[in-house]
């Protein structure tokens, strides 16, 4: 009768400590999730603000020095990230594959001018900046215009704006719903063990003593959920970066470092906090209470 009593007990323990486990992995992991995507979003966006074209056209009738001393000038510009110098033999080639169709034979001639295929730098991709590229560009010799999206421009910063916004938002959300979950599991784990506490209470244990194992051993599971959850959240960044590798998630060992210290600290300061306030709660209770 005691053996199978004892059995009971130990499963009971042991899904109990299994729940705490996975509420903190879930929890964590979601964090975790949360906090690289925060970090990589300027990351995100300034890749999206770099892959916007700004295209040079020359005059057809460019002197090749001028078409040289250009790309020498936007290269040593400060806001250049890539120039590529395109003829318009190339450009006609890839009208050709864009339409289906060789255009030059139906004109006689081929229309197009040289020109460079700038991508700026995402710091001076917004109007202003780009306002004073294309005047300072426009200046040089044999220029005939400046083209690139503006309305793309500002949609992009605009979007930019509001999505930081509700990342912020969101990630305050989420802190909050963390510390509710696993404060509730704990409660929970400690409220089994709530006539252990008050029957150390009544032989004379002090608070700190009754407090001291429930803590530590919390902590563990704690750490325990932690670990699991950067373990599960480097495997989801790897599938990623396979996915994805120009933007090389797993390389950025500083993010990965304070997220997956933040995830590991996170996991022991909730548990700590959840736990010392849990058993402080039954503590201060009658012996009637409990009941």
């Known amino acids: 009768m005691n053996s199978s009593f004892e059995k009971y007990q130990k499963r009971r323990l042991i899904s109990s400590y299994f729940s705490v486990v996975l509420s903190i992995f879930l929890v964590l992991f979601l964090l975790g999730a949360l906090g690289l995507f925060v970090i990589n979003s300027k990351k995100l966006s300034d890749n999206f603000k770099e892959e916007i074209p700004m295209t040079v056209f020359f005059e057809k009738d460019a ?78 010799e044999d220029i005939k215009s400046v083209n690139y999206d503006n309305v793309l421009v500002d949609m992009v910063n605009e979007n930019i704006k509001k999505i930081s916004l509700w990342m912020l938002i969101v990630s305050g959300f989420f802190c909050l719903i963390a510390v509710l979950l696993i404060n509730s599991s704990l409660r929970l784990s400690v409220y089994a063990n709530r006539f252990i506490i008050k029957t150390m209470q009544m032989v004379g244990a002090t608070k700190s003593f009754i407090r001291k194992p ?6 563990r599971l704690g750490i325990i959920g932690a670990v699991l959850a950067i373990i599960a959240l480097y495997a989801a960044l790897y ?30 300061f909730i548990t700590w906090i959840s736990t010392f306030f849990a058993t402080q709660r039954f503590l201060n209770l009658r012996t009637d209470d409990l009941y």
């Open 239 to 268: 599938y990623v970066d396979q996915k994805f590798p120009k933007f090389e998630f797993l390389k950025d060992y500083e993010a990965l470092g304070i997220v997956f210290g933040g995830v590991l600290l996170t996991g022991i």
């Open 63 to 140: 002197k090749t020095a001028s078409v040289e001393q250009f790309g020498q000038f936007i290269g040593n510009k400060p806001y250049t990230n890539t120039s590529v110098f395109v003829t318009k033999e190339e450009a006609a080639e890839q009208h050709q594959k864009d339409l289906g169709e060789n255009f030059v034979e139906h004109l006689g001639a081929n229309p197009l001018s040289d020109s460079y295929d700038i991508r700026l730098k995402a710091d001076y991709v917004v109007s202003d900046s780009l306002s004073k590229i294309v005047n300072e560009i426009k200046a040089q």
């Open 214 to 219: 429930f803590i530590w051993r919390n902590i």
